[in-house]
């Protein structure tokens, strides 16, 4: 409990970051930025740098979590979450973390038009329009008439 009390997000590295991409990125973009850096950052290239290994083993685990879907996903709600524990923890408890912090997902809002069902043919390229419902309501009519 104390480990959570005290964690400082700031402090765990950003995937993304570590392989210098961003969250629309494709698995094929984030494969090439990792042979990119695995080169740079391979140990056997920098026998001087004591960190390289650690850097590198980092370098692995970025391309391991944002590879795999599953693990993505979970990645970036606890990106979005805001929740002071350390991946890996979360990770193991996603399960029982999903269940209970559903609100941290960002969720799609409805469109505010509905789609049609004809396709507009007599439209260039069969173009999908929204159609606006008209309200007939006697009251509505009156208003929009200066009668009320």
Not at 10 to 37: A, H
Not at 40 to 46: Q, R, S
Not at 83 to 92: C, L
Request: aromatic share 10%; charged share 30%; glycine share 4%.
């Amino acid at each position: 409990m104390d480990s959570i009390l005290s964690f400082d997000k700031s402090s765990e590295p950003n995937y993304y970051c570590v392989l210098g991409c961003d969250r629309t990125s494709t698995s094929d973009q984030i494969l090439r930025e990792f042979k990119v850096k695995a080169l740079e950052l391979h140990p056997d290239k920098n026998n001087e740098d004591p960190k390289a290994e650690c850097k590198f083993k980092l370098l692995m685990t970025a391309k391991e979590v944002l590879l795999d879907e599953k693990r993505r996903k979970l990645y970036d709600s606890w990106l979005d979450g805001g929740i002071a524990m350390p991946f890996e923890k979360w990770e193991s408890m996603s399960k029982n973390v999903h269940v209970s912090l559903h609100w941290a997902n960002r969720k799609q809002t409805n469109p505010m038009l509905e789609q049609s069902n004809d396709c507009g043919e007599g439209k260039s390229g069969g173009e999908k329009q929204f159609v606006w419902e008209r309200d007939t309501s006697l009251t509505l009519n009156d208003f929009r008439n200066y009668r009320i």
